[in-house]
């Protein structure tokens, strides 16, 4: 399995993906497919995504703000197709600052690949999309995704002791 993410211009982790445009109205899944073809040139003939597609749905009263998610199954042959499209795409180098496969995997060690993953900075709740997407689409077993996210937060509780350390 292969899972891709981007690297936004703001320096956080996220997916395609963006508001609803105020002016013509427009669906939830019909702004996802407009994003899309904008962010990372995804041709919508072939994938465009369905109402059927969506996973989870959020809901922030701070900010006053409803997220949806939704998820593609594609196969490899298909993802390293999407992965190449997006150098074409029209917000390359201003909101995608690049396409990264998530490392599904824990190494040795307890910690590197996925925990460590875990460990970046994430646009909204895209670290929770993640985890969602993963289980939801068998990728890896919830017990696999609870050790993973276990050792995440112990990684984040060594990085505020060293911060604490060089204060
Ligand atoms: O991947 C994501 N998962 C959840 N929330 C996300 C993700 N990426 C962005 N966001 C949040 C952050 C912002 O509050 C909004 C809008 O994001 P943005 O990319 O700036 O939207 P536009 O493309 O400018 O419409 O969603």
Redesign the pocket.
């Known amino acids: 399995f292969s899972l891709q993410m981007q690297s936004?211009f703001d320096g956080n982790m996220?997916?395609p993906?963006?508001?609803m445009d105020k002016g013509p109205q427009e669906t939830p899944v019909e702004a996802l497919n407009r994003?899309l073809v904008e962010e990372i040139n995804l041709d919508l003939s072939r994938f465009a995504c369905q109402q059927e597609d969506i996973l989870l749905t959020h809901v922030n009263h701070s900010?006053k703000?409803v997220?949806y998610?939704y998820a593609k199954e594609v196969n490899l042959v298909e993802f390293s197709e999407i992965e190449k499209a997006v150098l074409d795409s029209e917000e390359w180098g201003t909101?995608t600052f690049g396409v990264l496969r998530v490392p599904l995997f824990t190494m040795s060690d307890g910690y590197r690949g996925f925990p460590v993953f875990l460990a970046n900075k994430f646009?909204?709740?895209?670290r929770i999309?993640l985890l969602k997407a993963i289980t939801a689409k068998n990728i890896l077993s919830e017990d696999e995704v609870n050790t993973a996210y276990r050792k995440y937060l112990e990684l984040q509780q060594k990085t505020e002791d060293i911060y604490r350390f060089d204060d």
Do not use: C, D, P, V
């Open positions: 936004r996220g997916f993906g963006g508001l994003e900010k703000l997220t998610f909101e646009a909204g709740n895209a999309q």
